[in-house]
């Protein structure tokens, strides 16, 4: 074989020889998520298809109902992940109270949370949808099953957070501490391999990716900002160029290689903001700390928030570092 092929499974297995104790069972639980992101890319791909599939008959005649893709996502990752014996409890942006292990099952000393499709409302335009995850170390004790104390651990305790975009490509993106690094599903043989290692997000930003649709609703502080990166000046390289898809997860991974900023600021219409701490901006905050760059509320970095609720809302900007700390100036009304 010329050249060397990692996959994600090898670099996960040499990953865990770095800590002697270790004991397998987060490469079991990164073996799980790798597999159910696969089935979710292959019926995201098909999508498409599912309407004239249906008339065929095929999907009735295997008694299956075809679900909306977000709530199959759900149940995939549920499946995947709840019998491994790595994981004590899970929570989803899908569902309401926490996800207990089945009493069959040995409960393991992990956390797993997800977003199981982000950008959902953008599939049926076959645009790049996302799943998101985000994993801690349990603190009840171990061998009982998991508590909502679990999930609700500030970001910086994350072990590992990660997402995998459904684009041109299939691509999981994750950090265990050591690194964010991309491995691209090959579809002629399934594997993910890594083709994006030590990913950098660029200190300074070239894209601004917001909803400006809210601009009316937001304070001044962001208005202010807003129109600050659209303002013209060659010294500092202004305008940004705008760029919103309104995935989280691609617009987010966009602006991870090519280097921006993504706001979702709270407004009169959502004051808490709109995207959910756990699921969507803690994972993508360590990803992105771990990159370089930054994720901030405005005031706090998201990492150190303690979070009260499970589906705690929260004001979001993130990206290029230099770029998050002028927003932050912004929104203090150190700048203006
Ligand atoms: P989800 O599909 O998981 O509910 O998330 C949708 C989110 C996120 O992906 C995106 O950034 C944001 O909603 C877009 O919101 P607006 O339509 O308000 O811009
Ligand atoms: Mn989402
Ligand atoms: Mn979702």
Redesign the pocket.
Known sequence: MSGKIITLTRHIIEEQRRFPEATGEFTDLMNDIAFAAKLISYHTNKAGLLGVLGETGTINVQGEVVKKLDIFANETMVKALDHGGNLCVMAS?EEEDIIPIPEEYPYGKYVCMF?P?????NIDANVSVGTIFSIYRRITPDGTPGTLEDCLQPGYKQVCAGYVVYGSSTMMVFTTGNGVHGFTLDPSYGEFVLSHPNIRIPEKAKIYSV?ESNFDYWNENIKKYIRYVKATDKETNRPLNSRYI???VS?FHRNLLYGGIFL?PASSKAPEG??RLLYEANPLAMIVEHAGGKASNGHKDILQIVPEKLHQRVPLFIGSKYDVEMVEDFMQGKRG
Not at 117 to 121: F, I, Q
């Open positions: 942006e977003d499709l982000d950008g959902s409302s909803n309104g995935s989280l617009d979702y709109k995207l």
